[in-house]
């Protein structure tokens, strides 16, 4: 037992969460390195003759530069086992992300220091705030053009609602940067910005503050005495518990491309945060320290190796230990099974494993018959962690094959990306799957599967556009749909478990459909 205790105390799960752009891919990058994990970081630009990300594992992510799935990359590090969770930054794919940080333990949140809080950053921190799961704040970029830090304090505090406590403060930005100062130790750490090997990194230095006048200039020195006052009497102090609850997000600065404050930031990260957390269960909160294995599966990935042609289901595991070959009782297919070909992965990479504990994120294979949402637990065990809810598409197009004899592949690649979350898949009334119809959060997953039916499976298709921003799925599945009254301008399909749904043009229509139709209750989410 205190075996499996230590093991379980030393794990660290947690997500990467930014607005695109920001520098996330880079951060992972530099984490990696300092993991031992990978040799050379990347570049994340969308050129052919540049190295890509390791997270961005999939095709289209190496052509576009940008991260269209989460990745899951699991290293070591003084004494840690991390398991890492790069999630997409494109709002297009926020499906996904949201899901990964239903595995997660905590996040860190990286925001460009010249442009503050964006868009996609409030999306996904409210995810966060749903599950008070605590949230780390990396400011980066600060060796480019940056706001005042007290502005982004500011910014952080007043848009996202949480408080904020600077771990380290910046002395300059952009050009004029020259480090941070820790609060902790009073020490500075300067920075001077060197390429090497066509890389930038950072020349770095640690000297006391009240000797640092001579090496950052009289300017800066009396600016960071002046900011370190007003800090002391105005920041919120430190505090772990609030921390823990997310209520406080420790700000650190650095730079990721340069590698400046990264170490810095792992570091405290690690310290701050907390071994696998309990999760919630129809039996009440599972305990992850329990000797009884239990997990859920987060997400589901088709073809993550050409060579292999394998449906790979990601699990985080909630409590106990895994052993291969364990025999597990899988809750919503009522039976027992065991996991096959468990693996340990690092994006597309992956190694087989014999045993792993409650934090880790592992994959197994799936013969076709999981879910997102899925759960597993020991053998004398039958409960059920919350689900994971499904957003409501709000872009739809028609999709049919341009080769008919490829009817056999597309079938089977749309159901398999279908059964991954990132598209959901509709059939127009008394019609079969030679044409159907597809529903997605953002467009840019339109591209996504249209270029991943033609590399992954050989099938070329046709899209069309449909004018349907709404879907609301009918209470009663036994419903005629057909002899509803005035639907002229509204699409009658079903999902792939037989549900009616109506897809609207436009939020007054569902109204008025409601009024003509005595009875008929619509639902915005599927509660099958």
Same mark, same amino acid.
Not at 229 to 237: N, T
Not at 347 to 354: G, L, M, N, P, T
């Given at each position: 037992m205190a075996g499996l205790k230590n093991e379980i105390q030393r794990r660290r799960t947690f997500a990467i969460i930014s607005h695109p752009d920001a520098g996330k891919t880079t951060l992972t990058e530099k984490f990696l390195l300092y993991g031992g994990a990978i040799n050379t970081a990347g570049s994340v630009k969308g050129k052919a003759t540049s190295r890509h990300a390791v997270s961005d594992w999939m095709e289209i992510?190496?052509?576009r530069g940008i991260s269209v799935t989460s990745s899951v990359l699991q290293f070591s590090y003084q004494g840690y086992c991390i398991n890492l969770l790069d999630t997409p930054g494109h709002q297009d794919f926020s499906e996904d992300t949201y899901r990964t940080l239903m595995a997660a333990d905590s996040a860190v949140m990286v925001i460009d220091a010249s442009k503050g809080v964006e868009a996609q950053t409030k999306k996904l921190f409210k995810v966060c705030l749903l599950r008070d799961i605590p949230v780390f704040t990396f400011i980066n970029k600060m060796d480019l053009d940056a706001n005042d830090p007290f502005d982004l304090m500011d910014e952080i505090e007043r848009e996202l609602g949480i408080r904020t406590c600077p771990v380290n403060w910046p002395v300059g930005s952009g050009k004029q940067f020259q480090g941070v100062y820790d609060r902790n130790t009073k020490m500075i750490t300067t920075f001077r910005a060197v390429s090497t090997g066509g890389q930038k990194e950072a020349e770095t230095s640690v000297i006391k503050a009240e000797e640092s006048r001579g090496?950052?200039?009289?300017?800066?020195?009396? $600016?960071?005495m002046e900011d370190i !006052?007003?800090?002391?009497?105005?920041?919120?102090?430190f505090d772990m518990e609030k921390v823990s609850r997310g209520k406080l997000s420790p700000v650190f600065f650095g730079s990721a491309l340069t590698n400046f404050g990264v170490e810095t930031f792992l570091d405290h990260f690690l310290q701050m945060t907390t071994p696998p957390l309990p999760r919630i269960s129809d039996e009440g909160l599972i305990d992850p320290f329990s000797e009884d294995f239990s997990a859920f599966v987060f997400k589901i990935q088709a073809n993550m190796n050409k060579n292999h042609r394998d449906r790979i289901a990601f699990i985080r595991i909630c409590s106990g230990k895994f052993d291969a070959g364990m025999e597990v009782y899988h809750v919503q297919g009522e039976r027992k099974l065991k996991l096959s070909q468990p693996q340990q992965l690092m994006? $597309?990479?992956?190694?087989?494993? !014999?045993e792993a504990y409650a934090g880790d994120i592992i994959?197994?294979?799936?013969?076709g018959m999981f879910s997102i949402g899925d759960t597993f637990c020991a053998a004398n065990r039958k409960f059920a962690f919350e689900g994971i809810p499904t957003f409501a598409?709000?872009?739809?197009?028609?999709?049919?094959?341009v080769d008919t004899m490829k009817r056999k592949q597309f079938v089977k690649g749309v159901n398999q990306i279908a059964q991954e979350g990132a598209i959901q898949i509709f059939q127009e009334i008394n019609s079969g799957m030679e044409e159907i119809i597809v529903g997605v959060v953002g467009v840019l997953q339109f591209d996504v599967l249209k270029f991943r039916l033609e590399h992954e499976y050989g099938c070329e298709i046709r899209m069309e556009n449909l004018p349907y921003e709404h879907i609301r799925w009918v209470k009663d599945r036994t419903m005629d749909i057909t002899k509803l009254k005035g639907v002229s301008d509204v699409k009658k399909v079903r999902d792939l478990k037989g549900n009616p749904l109506l897809l609207f043009s436009n939020i007054w229509s569902v109204q008025m459909v409601l009024d003509r139709n005595e009875g008929l209750e619509l639902l915005e989410f599927d509660r099958s």
């Open positions: 992510e190496k052509q090496r950052i200039g009289d300017a800066f020195y009396e $600016q960071l !006052e007003l800090l002391d009497g105005a920041c919120e102090e994006a $597309q990479d992956r190694r087989i494993v !014999e994959g197994v294979f799936d013969p598409p709000e872009h739809f197009a028609r999709i049919r094959q």
